[in-house]
């Protein structure tokens, strides 16, 4: 195998050349040749690998960063619901966005990501609910601006399916707190998650 080796990457010259040496040159080529091949083949290896990385745009993945951002706002306005424009102002100056339109379309490379930031910041919304029931159409309306509603143009199902399931504990937590007002986390749950959480009456036989 070595013999194929040298003759093909080098010519025949040098396998004449090698078979003239002594053992100890002999090992030293086979060594070096083992060591360069075994560094071409991670070369290649890792350049294959980070090919994967470079189809997708660095834009796209502050996309994620840009969303995930915004998840402190809703407690800020709960804490201070009559420094709500002043909040929601900061929010668009240095996050880099005031609706979720300047955020689309979104790149399926992620979808995933991008869907697990935006069920965060509306579990978050569910939890600023929880404390300040009394600011909740402005609570929504924010979650709306900043994190689209579900089904619309702007939120793919996908992300809105990877948005429920990280939504879903601190919903839940929320409603614990607040259970007399769930028809506003129903509201927030259609509008957002496009999830109705009354129950279908049964039809009538």
């Not at 840009?66 to 306005?77: G, H, M, N, P, V």
């Not at 569910?126 to 979650?143: F, K, N």
């Amino acid at each position: 195998m070595v013999t194929t080796i040298i003759m093909t990457l080098f010519g025949a010259d040098l396998w004449d050349l090698w078979r003239s040496q002594t053992p100890f040159v002999h090992f030293s080529y086979i060594y070096s040749m083992k060591t360069t091949i075994t560094i071409l083949s991670l070369t290649s290896f890792l350049l294959l690998t980070s090919c994967n990385y470079c189809q997708i745009e660095p834009e796209e993945y502050y996309k994620v960063d840009q969303i995930a951002s915004i998840t402190t706002l809703f407690e800020s306005i709960s804490r201070q619901p009559e420094a709500a424009d002043q909040l929601i102002a900061t929010a668009e100056r240095v996050a880099g966005y005031s609706d979720i339109a300047q955020l689309a379309p979104i790149s399926p490379a992620i979808w995933r990501q991008f869907g697990y930031a935006r069920g965060e910041c509306i579990g978050a919304c569910a939890v600023a609910l929880a404390r300040q029931p009394e600011v909740a159409e402005t609570l929504i309306q924010v979650a709306v601006q900043f994190l689209g509603e579900a089904g619309s143009e702007e939120i793919p199902d996908t992300v809105n399916a990877y948005s429920k399931v990280r939504a879903l504990p601190l919903l839940l937590e929320s409603l614990a707190r607040q259970p007399e007002a769930f028809n506003l986390f129903n509201q927030l749950s259609i509008t957002l998650l496009g999830v109705d959480l009354e129950e279908e009456e049964e039809a009538e036989e």
